[in-house]
């Protein structure tokens, strides 16, 4: 039987737990506009209060969705009206940072900057980014295995992390909180719990690596000719800065048209009306040689007719400037009703694909208005289509016609955000039915009853 909030109060009554209001008030996911109908959000402040809690959910049958900074973009954190949100927003404290070891051990509530923050008054850096940073916490990022900005010289969440400590479904507490780089000695059961959205177990507390924090950032930005000079200049810039190539971001004509009009904040750092536009960064020792080889690569570039204009920031200010350009969501969202796309292409495939999937939608829906950035350094587009309309059925055959084509361009539909409760459908076109299978098995064995974020990534 499943509980009630009262049931939960009697049972942990010095469980923090937001009821009423207080709990419907909270925002669920982002660009969710689900209401809240979760029975109450309770907040613990430990391992041990979570595990307790957890167990006791199990024994009740309660269905229970956990919740992060909240960021996720696939309404994975909506709550059904039976379900508890268990967040981990008091669980919010770095434990410790060791310089010498470059760790650092945080409880899984701690939002990214945070953790920028503290690393970087050591001289470290935690090298997963995001422009969710203040808010998306850890143990969201790692539930979801994050990517970002830097994922073409750092790799993605995964990459990050050295040890856990996960709450099982049935309250068992699992720490495996390494701190060395090499630990071969059996199974690296870590690897089940990132990614796997908080079906398979909730994250308490992580050890992550920290690494020297590059004492200078080169920003470059850079008008493009054709989709084979990106593709050229992601090889020439990263096998001629020396390991220093960190972000390699790509905004299409439309989407840096739409970024730089007015009501937009930013002004064009180019000139508009190029058909592509290059963030690129390079992380190096000092100021002087980055500039220097980033300098040099621009101009064997351009004499080769890969590039077509340029600048490099002179200072922060004009570093975020041309950030601004590419993380201005309100201005994204002036393109509403619209479904937002994250999925991988590779780059040997990526020109036809988007031309077909651009055509499709040019026939079915005329009145789309698309745009398109992304991580490209990494293959991962981010697709905008302003669909016109917020009719279901248009809304579904966009996703139809962006998904389809996947399986036979080696694509995925869902590059770094994950599942959630909205790509299910379509995961089978990105996993085989052995591997579908797999994931099923691994639930079942650790979530027998089926309570840690009941049909998310599986139907239920
Ligand atoms: C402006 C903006 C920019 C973004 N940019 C990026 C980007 O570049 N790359 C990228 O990958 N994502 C990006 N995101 C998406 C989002 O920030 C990430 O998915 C992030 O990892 C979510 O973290 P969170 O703490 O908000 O998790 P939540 O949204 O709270 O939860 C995400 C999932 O993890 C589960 N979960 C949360 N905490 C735990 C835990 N402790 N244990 C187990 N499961 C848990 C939740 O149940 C849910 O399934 C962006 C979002 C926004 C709003």
Redesign the pocket.
């Known amino acids: 039987m499943p509980l009630t909030v009262q049931d939960i109060a009697e049972t942990f009554p010095s469980l923090s737990l937001l009821t009423g209001e207080d709990s419907r008030a909270r925002a669920l996911?982002?660009?969710s506009q689900a209401p809240n109908e979760a029975i109450g959000i309770a907040r613990p402040k430990t391992t041990e209060e979570l595990a307790a809690l957890i167990k006791h959910c199990n024994v009740h049958d309660q269905p229970i969705?956990?919740?992060?900074?909240?960021?996720?973009?696939?309404a994975?954190?909506v709550a059904q009206p039976n379900e508890l949100i268990v967040?981990?927003e008091l669980?919010n404290q770095i434990e410790e940072i060791s310089p010498e070891d470059r760790t650092v051990t945080v409880q899984?509530?701690v939002?990214?900057q945070t953790v920028h923050d503290a690393a970087a008054d050591h001289g470290l850096a935690m090298e997963a980014?995001?422009?969710?940073r203040g808010?998306?916490?850890?143990?969201?990022?790692?539930?979801?295995?994050?990517?970002?900005?830097r994922v073409v010289r750092y790799g993605?969440?995964r990459e990050q992390v050295l040890g856990l400590e996960?709450v099982l479904a049935d309250g068992t507490v699992m720490t495996s909180l390494n701190r060395v780089l090499k630990n071969n000695a059996g199974y690296d059961l870590k690897h089940m719990?990132i990614g796997?959205?908080?079906?398979l177990?909730?994250?308490?507390r992580a050890v992550l690596r920290l690494r020297e924090e590059p004492p200078h950032i080169t920003t470059l930005f850079l008008a493009v000719p054709s989709y084979d000079a990106v593709c050229k200049l992601l090889r020439h810039f990263d096998s001629g800065s020396g390991g220093t190539l960190s972000t390699f971001e790509v905004m299409w004509e439309d989407f840096y048209k739409l970024m730089t009009t007015p009501p937009a904040e930013s002004a064009p750092a180019l000139d508009q009306g190029y058909p592509f536009y290059i963030l690129i960064e390079l992380s190096g020792k000092d100021s002087e040689r980055t500039e220097g080889l980033a300098l040099e690569l621009i101009e064997t570039a351009t004499e080769q007719g890969l590039i077509v204009d340029g600048l490099i920031a002179k200072n922060e200010a004009e570093r975020q400037k041309i950030w601004n350009i590419r993380?201005d969501?309100p201005q994204l969202l002036q393109l509403w009703p619209m479904k937002a796309f994250?999925i991988s292409v590779p780059l040997s495939h990526m020109e036809r694909y988007i031309e077909k999937m651009q055509a499709d939608l040019d026939k079915e829906l005329p009145d789309n208005r698309t745009v398109i950035f992304g991580?490209l350094g990494d293959s991962n587009l981010h697709v905008i289509v302003g669909a016109g309309t917020d009719d279901k059925a248009a809304l579904h055959r966009i996703e139809e016609i962006v998904y389809g084509p996947l399986p036979g361009v080696h694509g995925t539909v869902s590059?770094?955000?994950?599942i959630?409760t909205e790509k299910k459908e379509f995961l089978k076109l990105s996993r085989t039915p052995t591997e579908i299978a797999m994931m099923k098995q691994l639930k079942g064995m650790l979530d027998p009853n089926n309570i840690?974020?009941r049909g998310?990534?599986l139907s239920a």
């Open positions: 996911s982002f660009g969705v956990t919740g992060g900074g909240m960021t996720n973009m696939v994975a954190t967040s981990t669980m899984a509530g939002p990214l980014d995001l422009g969710a808010t998306a916490t850890i143990g969201g990022m790692i539930s979801t295995n994050a990517g970002g900005n993605m969440m996960v719990f796997s959205e908080g079906t177990g909730i994250v308490t993380d969501i994250d991580h590059a770094e955000h994950g959630g840690l974020n998310r990534v």
